[in-house]
């Protein structure tokens, strides 16, 4: 019977050990939620930013933060089942790992590849401070 004390103790512990954790994984879909992102080794970063490729317009990475973050993959562009429009924008979406502690920034242009003496319709550049 005494280690079923000692369990309730070491539960408790355990749970309070893990609602300090950070997510596992952070999702930002609006560049004002940068200001500047805290993140922490091992996290997933989520980016997803609205796009409509019909207009010729892409994101373009300027700066992936390389130094704090690893790519998970391509952007992967979708478009809303219900949209039901041809040519109506969708979303683009990056994965990345927080792999090393540091600062840097996540910075992209929405422009035409074609126009690059153009100023970009938007940016966004995120500050990250990954511990």
Same mark, same amino acid.
């Not at 997510?23 to 091992?42: R, Y």
């Not at 997803?48 to 690893?70: D, H, K, Q, Y």
């Not at 790992?97 to 940016?123: F, I, M, N, S």
């Given at each position: 019977m005494? *280690?079923? $004390?000692l369990? &309730?103790?070491?539960s408790?512990?355990?749970?309070a050990?893990c609602?300090? =954790?950070?997510?596992?994984?952070? #999702?930002l879909e609006?560049?004002s %939620?940068?200001k500047?992102?805290?993140?922490? =080794?091992g996290q %997933? &970063?989520?980016?997803? &930013?609205p796009?409509? !490729?019909?207009?010729?317009f $892409? ?5 992936? /933060? /390389?130094?704090?973050? $690893?790519?998970?993959?391509p952007?992967?562009?979708s478009?809303?089942e219900? /949209?039901?429009l041809v040519g109506?924008?969708?979303? *683009? #979406?990056w994965r990345?790992? +927080? +792999? /090393? #502690?540091g %600062?840097?920034k996540l910075e992209?242009a929405y422009?035409?590849?074609w126009? !690059? %003496?153009?100023?970009?319709? =938007?940016?966004f550049?995120c !500050?990250?401070?990954? $511990?």
């Amino acid at each position: 019977m005494p *280690s079923y $004390r000692l369990l &309730l103790p070491v539960s408790l512990a355990l749970l309070a050990g893990c609602a300090g =954790q950070p997510k596992p994984v952070v #999702t930002l879909e609006n560049a004002s %939620e940068c200001k500047p992102l805290e993140l922490h =080794q091992g996290q %997933e &970063l989520v980016l997803i &930013l609205p796009s409509n !490729p019909t207009t010729g317009f $892409r994101w373009e990475m300027r700066n992936a /933060a /390389a130094s704090v973050l $690893r790519s998970l993959g391509p952007e992967v562009y979708s478009n809303p089942e219900d /949209a039901g429009l041809v040519g109506s924008g969708g979303e *683009s #979406t990056w994965r990345f790992r +927080v +792999v /090393a #502690t540091g %600062e840097d920034k996540l910075e992209l242009a929405y422009r035409r590849p074609w126009e !690059p %003496e153009v100023a970009p319709a =938007q940016t966004f550049d995120c !500050p990250i401070n990954a $511990r």
